[in-house]
């Protein structure tokens, strides 16, 4: 029996289980991404022209509630437009009540550094900046991640997020508590990463990352982004804007310790697509240039449908 065999089987068994226990509603989405990027000498990306995208099919669960009790559960099945690894994106379960609840899986938890409309942003060169997302979420390799969250006053929300190891491998694990503040058009999130990496030598790093959104009506809203982490030498600054179906972004990554500094901006602008309902087409470009190392552009033509 094949991997991909087991995880279909495995979540047809889970969605099965669920569907016997609480109402489920499904949805599922295309995502094509043709995408060429373009360099002047790197051989890597010189002309390079690729196909990515996905099929997405979720199950979301909602328990009945038990007075001011309550119990969520989603689960993610991504199927790639090309190759043959079908994988689990979500998949967690959620409890609580409207005081505090605790969050177990595969998941993401607050963003600190928000990109806006990033249908593509390519960085040149070695990832030299910081994004205070080492422990936010989605992990893969074994370890265990929760996020335990408290609605302490209207508008503010404290959560604290705990990863452990992964046994046999190196991983990174620690803690990762953050502040996510919204009062009328103003959001503010505020964390802090403590963690560490297991490999050849043990290493421990803390970063804090800071952003501010502000949404100037309803269809404008604009982010600003900082994260540093002072051991690794490492801090990103970001700044993005999303203007009806437009979006536009800049960041700037540096590392003192490699010397490195990149900046890129990006754009993507969403048309409907033939006028079909839940269908989209996103052309979108990044442009990022590095020191020492040559610039490199991508452009992307995204499809999306939602059925």
């Avoid at 993401?108 to 806006?116: K, Y």
């Amino acid at each position: 029996m094949t991997p991909q065999t087991r995880i279909s089987m495995a979540a047809a068994m889970v969605l099965a289980a669920t569907a016997a226990q609480a109402a489920v509603t499904f949805d599922a989405n295309l995502e094509a991404d043709p995408t060429f990027k373009s360099s002047r000498s790197n051989p890597m990306t010189k002309s390079d022209t690729s196909l990515g995208g996905r099929v997405e099919i979720n199950a979301n669960a909602a328990l009945m509630k038990q007075g001011d009790n309550f119990v969520n559960a989603r689960a993610s099945l991504i199927v790639p437009l090309t190759g043959d690894s079908v994988t689990i994106d979500d998949a967690w379960v959620q409890f609580g009540n409207s005081m505090a609840d605790l969050k177990l899986g595969r998941h993401e938890a607050a963003d600190l550094f928000p990109l806006g409309k990033d249908t593509v942003v390519e960085g040149v060169g070695v990832a030299s900046g910081y994004k205070a997302n080492a422990l936010r979420g989605r992990m893969k390799d074994g370890r265990i991640h929760t996020v335990i969250g408290l609605n302490a006053a209207p508008g503010l929300r404290v959560e604290l997020g705990v990863a452990t190891k992964k046994n046999g491998s190196a991983s990174a694990y620690g803690l990762r508590p953050t502040l996510v503040y919204s009062s009328g058009p103003l959001a503010v999130r505020l964390g802090v990463e403590s963690f560490k990496t297991e490999g050849s030598a043990m290493t421990s790093v803390t970063g804090v990352g800071v952003s501010v959104g502000y949404a100037l009506n309803k269809d404008t809203t604009v982010n600003v982004n900082y994260a540093r982490a002072s051991k690794l030498n490492a801090s990103s600054f970001g700044i993005n804007g999303t203007i009806g179906a437009a979006g536009v972004g800049y960041i700037n990554d540096r590392n003192s310790l490699l010397n490195t500094k990149v900046n890129t901006v990006y754009a993507a602008y969403t048309f409907p697509l033939f006028n079909v309902k839940n269908a989209t087409i996103t052309p979108a470009i990044s442009h990022s240039t590095g020191t020492g190392v040559d610039s490199l552009t991508a452009v992307r033509l995204r499809i999306n449908y939602a059925f």
